[in-house]
């Protein structure tokens, strides 16, 4: 019993101890003997800019396209050669004038990188092969400015390069080649070249004509348009719709300007205005009649 009072007593003496230690009045600090240190932590530098969406998109890159069928010579019962204008003026086409990545743009950089070959204008049969200089001679021209040094008055001839706008091509020019191939019973469609037509301007910016800056020969391109995304206007931005599937799928304005014939003449050589439209519509026509009338008769 006595021991038990003890350790009683000893827990009471220890415990009131404690809470007079914890009654004492704090101490106080000075602030200004306190020094503050902040610590500001940088971002991390990892070299990549921002990503501006929600997740990097590879897929389009990875694409690959498929080889067209083959076809033999004897399988070809009808062929009619055709070309046409797609003009990136039509609401349709504006795909083709998208600001960030403008249809030309994608051509000019494949071309003048030496990733998609070229070939001259001087015919549309894809004979003459143009240089990696060619192209970008092409692409941009050279001037020779005189300017004024504000401080000692003195002339200075400078030489500036400057890049052709890509707004001022409006127009595409298309090769295609019309057949019914007898082994499938189909009327098919291949496009052979694409050629970018250019506004040539005086110095007062006064256009004067539309010229052909060179072809590009449509089979080749296919794996970059495959590779290479549309702006798609239905209000997805996130479909995957490539450059190749837009021309697969016919999914752009055009009209015919020429079609194969034996005085390789073009419409406008012999018809102009609205009857030049009319005779669009009417080779047009023609090839859809074509293969009707072969399941008709």
Not at 163 to 186: G, L, P, Q
Not at 248 to 270: G, L, Q, T
Request: charged share 30%; with cysteine; hydrophobic share 40%.
């Amino acid at each position: 019993m006595q021991t038990f009072i003890k350790w009683t007593c000893l827990c009471l003496l220890l415990f009131t101890t404690g809470t007079v230690a914890l009654a004492q009045d704090p101490i106080e600090i000075d602030p200004d003997e306190v020094e503050v240190k902040t610590e500001v932590s940088e971002p991390e530098d990892t070299g990549e800019a921002p990503l501006d969406d929600v997740v990097k998109k590879e897929v389009m890159m990875e694409r690959r396209v498929l080889a067209y069928q083959p076809i033999r010579e004897s399988d070809i019962f009808w062929e009619k050669r055709v070309w046409r204008i797609i003009d990136v003026r039509e609401k349709m086409n504006l795909p083709f004038a998208y600001p960030e990545a403008p249809f030309f743009k994608i051509l000019s950089d494949a071309a003048s990188k030496g990733e998609m070959p070229v070939y001259s204008v001087d015919d549309d049969k894809f004979t003459k092969r143009l240089s990696t200089d060619d192209v970008l001679s092409m692409l941009s021209k050279t001037d020779t400015i005189v300017t004024f040094d504000p401080e000692t008055y003195e002339e200075k001839v400078q030489i500036v390069r400057n890049d052709i706008n890509w707004a001022d091509v409006k127009r595409f020019r298309v090769k295609e080649i019309w057949f019914f191939d007898k082994e499938t019973s189909t009327m098919q469609v291949r496009i052979l070249g694409i050629a970018p037509l250019i506004d040539v301007k005086d110095s007062e910016g006064n256009f004067r004509y539309e010229k052909a800056m060179f072809w590009v020969y449509y089979p080749q391109a296919r794996e970059l348009f495959a590779r290479s995304r549309v702006f798609t206007m239905g209000g997805n931005t996130n479909a995957t719709i490539s450059w190749e599937d837009l021309f697969e799928m016919r999914h752009f304005a055009s009209f015919i300007i020429k079609e194969s014939n034996v005085y390789d003449r073009r419409i406008e050589d012999y018809a102009r205005g609205v009857d030049a439209l009319w005779e669009s519509d009417k080779i047009k026509n023609n090839i859809f009649n074509f293969e009707h009338d072969l399941w008709q008769y």
